[in-house]
């Protein structure tokens, strides 16, 4: 829905996200991007890009910048490095450890449809970035615990991480599609029902 997903479009038509740090593209980089269909001459075409992310992935350092508009401006910062810190716009409520060795792993993940099941091992308190656009709709569970999907780099999700094991189920649930699909079954059935009742009159009139 084009509506919701604007601060994309925002983010990826703001003059910073596509230059260059160092010969890399760091806002292609953290959604996962591989290669990139292009007109530049003298270049292989797709061009192949380095150092993308993967789709999921362990961060534990992190800034809080709650002006969205002021996001962008930060991945081409020379000091920012997309692939080990991630961008809030509040809190996780942990701190970062410093030189505290491997994260934990990301042991498996599967698409469902509408729901993704991630198997991940967390050595520590960090995120588990998932580079695919925030969207409101989408919930994070723990058993039957929900967690809050923080909102990260202006526009992908990240759920904060206890130290341990954890099996998460990311559902997709839209309350007005839910009830549009309501709606439309309600109506469907009151369309059958009248064409099934003028049916009935006409056979009657015909025997009359």
């Known amino acids: 829905h084009d509506n919701e997903l604007a601060w994309y479009r925002e983010l990826r038509e703001s003059p910073a996200v596509l230059q260059a740090v160092d010969g890399e593209y760091p806002f292609l980089q953290m959604l996962n991007v591989k290669y990139v269909l292009h007109d530049m001459p003298n270049a292989p075409n797709p061009l192949p890009l380095a150092n ?3 789709r999921f992935w362990l961060a534990e350092n992190f800034e809080v910048i709650e002006d969205r508009a002021a996001i962008p401006a930060r991945f081409v910062d020379p000091d920012f490095d997309v692939s ?6 509040e809190d996780p409520g942990f701190t970062p450890t410093p030189d505290g060795g491997p994260l934990g792993i990301i042991r498996s993940y599967a698409y469902r449809g509408n729901s993704i099941g991630i198997d991940v091992e967390a050595e520590r308190d960090c995120l588990l970035v998932h580079a695919e656009n925030w969207f409101p709709y989408w919930r994070a569970f723990r058993g039957d615990e929900e967690l809050s999907i923080l909102r990260a780099n202006g526009t992908i999700r990240a759920i904060r991480l206890s130290p341990g ?8 649930r839209s ?8 709606i439309t079954g309600l109506t469907l059935l ?5 064409a099934i009742l003028l049916r009935v009159r006409s056979a009657a009139g015909s025997e009359a």
């Open 190 to 194: 009151v369309v059958v029902a009248a």
């Open 52 to 54: 993308y992310r993967p």
């Open 165 to 172: 094991r954890h099996e998460l189920e990311l559902r997709f």
């Open 175 to 182: 309350v007005p599609f839910e009830i549009g699909k309501w």
């Open 84 to 89: 080990t810190t991630v961008v809030l716009e």
